[in-house]
């Protein structure tokens, strides 16, 4: 078994520019990739776990995300060479309640704040929920996380002050981050420090 940090994207690893299609409006935020390198050189698994509604809004297709994770995974690559940001493995939500295309309007159990895409993670990459890790920028990342059994941490970089995604009210009211603090660098260290 291995230890993990989950990670959400937007507002985490990247600036929030709200509902992101292409590559061209991805900005990495200062001090991520070597923060994420630091994280994987102490063993850590790294794994990404974002809501994308812009699919369910027919506004991106599974494959277009994914081709912006493989750029984003370069622009890592390039602003952290001494080390290795490389994310061992990228989930994303496509669903959402209300969605215009008819395939991904559904409850599903993968939109944060459920812990769908920990829990697959976990059993597919073999990691220990409670030796792991969720950070987010949304209380509802929160949730998510500590319904999978993670300890969890609010980051300040994005969306921590907007009101809760749909669906998600209840259980980001309910939310407790074991710790918040400025950014995702400030988190890896609160991390790295503790072990
Ligand atoms: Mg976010
Ligand atoms: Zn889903």
């Known amino acids: 078994m291995t230890r993990a940090v989950f990670l959400d ?7 929030d520019v709200g509902l992101l299609t292409e590559h061209s409006a991805v900005r990495v935020l200062p001090g991520v990739a070597q923060t994420l390198g630091a994280l994987r ?3 850590y698994k790294l794994v990404v776990v974002s809501n994308q509604t812009v699919i369910a809004r027919g506004l991106a297709t599974e494959g277009g995300v994914a081709d912006v994770h493989r750029k984003l995974q370069a622009d890592l690559n390039a602003d952290a060479p001494s080390t290795v940001p490389e994310i061992d493995a990228w989930y994303f939500c496509p669903h959402h309640p209300h969605a215009n295309v008819a ?25 220990d929920l409670k030796q792991s890790v969720m950070i987010g ?16 941490i609010l980051v300040q970089t ?12 209840a259980a980001a009211a309910a939310a ?11 988190a890896g260290r609160w991390i790295l420090e503790e072990r």
């Not at 559904?106 to 939109?111: H, Q």
């Not at 981050?177 to 400030?186: I, R």
């Open 176 to 186: 407790k981050p074991d710790h918040v603090c400025a950014d995702l660098a400030a």
């Open 137 to 152: 920028d949304r209380l509802t990342d929160v949730a998510a996380g500590a319904a999978a059994g993670c300890r969890t």
């Open 103 to 127: 395939e991904y309007r559904k409850d599903c159990e993968c939109r944060k704040p459920k812990p769908g895409m920990l829990i697959d993670a976990a059993s597919r990459l073999g990691i």
């Open 158 to 169: 994005g969306q921590h002050d907007a009101p809760p995604i749909v669906g998600g009210e």
């Open 9 to 15: 994207r937007d507002g985490v690893l990247i600036e």
């Open 41 to 43: 050189a102490r063993g």
